[in-house]
């Protein structure tokens, strides 16, 4: 079992800024993917951005240039830097980990970006 603790959502204006985190627990593989998904009100929940345990790099195309992810493996954490938000952006952002075995979740942050 593992357990995703995400924080850092928020209210901001266009433009503006925005750092979640995400901890791990639990059963952790030294191998993984850990990764931020977002889901708007009346949309799917889609990919924003993965990490691998050797750092390789997965963006969405929305998140090329503006989004920064990064992890720590001593910490079993999963961080995502948001720069130059869009009101577009607004959605309930889940941090996940996939090894083997099934996907867990975070219970989701909100992120609310106006114009």
């Known amino acids: 079992q593992v357990q995703l603790v995400e924080s850092g959502g928020g209210w901001v204006q266009s433009g503006g800024s925005l750092r979640l985190s995400c901890a791990a627990s639990?059963?952790?593989?030294?191998?993984?993917?850990m990764g931020w998904y977002r889901q708007a009100p009346g949309k799917q929940r889609e990919l924003v951005a993965t990490i691998t345990s050797d750092r390789r790099l997965t963006y969405a195309e929305f998140a090329k240039g503006r989004f920064t992810i990064s992890r720590d493996n001593a910490k079993n954490t999963v961080s995502l830097q948001m720069n130059s938000l869009k009101p577009e952006d607004t959605a309930v952002y889940y941090c996940?980990?996939?090894?083997?075995?099934?996907?867990?979740w975070g219970q989701g942050t909100q992120v609310t970006v106006s114009s």
């Open positions: 996940d980990i996939r090894q083997s075995g099934p996907d867990y």
């Open positions: 639990g059963t952790i593989r030294s191998y993984n993917v």
